[in-house]
């Protein structure tokens, strides 16, 4: 499968290590000169913001989805390739969802963990089949990835998570799927 754009799902806030803002910014970098389209959710504020303005930099393609109610919220980000703003966050997933050919998991709170557990549930149903990417800056996912290793282990889950899932521990790991 040929990756011409991902769906980047991270937080709108930074965190508390400088490895997760520096991995966006590199990630952003490493897809614009790929010539790989970035979707994420509109924001211009935290990892969501870092991401696409080092994509911009490098003269990538960005695209953004944000729902109305979150517009001041994240700070809508009006400097992309083009920017939507939707009613609603299920509106906004599944357009993120429609547009992309894999998706990129950086750090993040609640709104990127429900993301993640869609696109895997939708994964494990057949409802898609794109490939799911952890960038797991700084260790960030550990526990979550010995968690989805203990629901295989414990027979939950219906085929083997890592078919549909890699971790990638520097941006740079991405590029041997591209």
């Given at each position: 499968?040929?990756?011409?754009s991902?769906?980047?799902?991270?937080?709108?806030?930074?965190?508390?290590?400088?490895?997760?803002?520096?991995?966006?910014?590199?990630?952003?970098?490493l897809?614009?000169?790929?010539?790989?389209?970035?979707?994420?959710?509109?924001?211009?504020?935290?990892?969501?913001g870092?991401?696409a303005?080092?994509?911009?930099?490098?003269?990538g393609?960005?695209?953004?989805?944000?729902?109305?109610?979150?517009?001041?919220?994240?700070h809508?980000?009006?400097?992309?390739?083009?920017?939507?703003?939707?009613?609603?966050?299920?509106?906004?997933?599944?357009?993120?969802?429609?547009?992309?050919?894999?998706?990129?998991?950086?750090p993040?709170?609640?709104?990127?963990?429900?993301?993640?557990?869609?696109?895997?549930?939708?994964?494990?149903?057949?409802i898609?089949?794109?490939?799911?990417?952890?960038?797991?800056?700084?260790?960030?996912?550990?526990?979550?990835?010995?968690h989805?290793?203990k629901?295989?282990?414990?027979?939950?889950?219906?085929?083997?998570?890592?078919?549909k899932?890699?971790?990638?521990?520097s941006p740079?790991?991405?590029?041997?799927y591209?």
């Amino acid at each position: 499968m040929t990756i011409r754009s991902v769906a980047v799902f991270c937080g709108s806030k930074s965190g508390n290590n400088p490895v997760f803002e520096n991995d966006a910014v590199q990630l952003g970098h490493l897809l614009a000169a790929k010539n790989i389209t970035v979707i994420y959710g509109g924001g211009n504020k935290g990892l969501m913001g870092a991401i696409a303005n080092a994509t911009l930099e490098k003269k990538g393609k960005v695209i953004g989805i944000i729902p109305k109610m979150l517009s001041d919220l994240e700070h809508k980000h009006d400097g992309l390739t083009e920017l939507t703003i939707v009613d609603t966050m299920h509106v906004r997933k599944q357009l993120l969802y429609e547009k992309c050919d894999a998706a990129i998991i950086l750090p993040g709170g609640y709104g990127t963990m429900d993301e993640v557990f869609e696109m895997l549930t939708w994964n494990q149903l057949s409802i898609h089949d794109k490939k799911i990417f952890f960038m797991n800056s700084g260790g960030f996912y550990d526990h979550l990835i010995a968690h989805i290793q203990k629901m295989e282990n414990e027979n939950f889950l219906y085929g083997n998570p890592e078919e549909k899932m890699s971790i990638l521990t520097s941006p740079e790991d991405l590029l041997k799927y591209l």
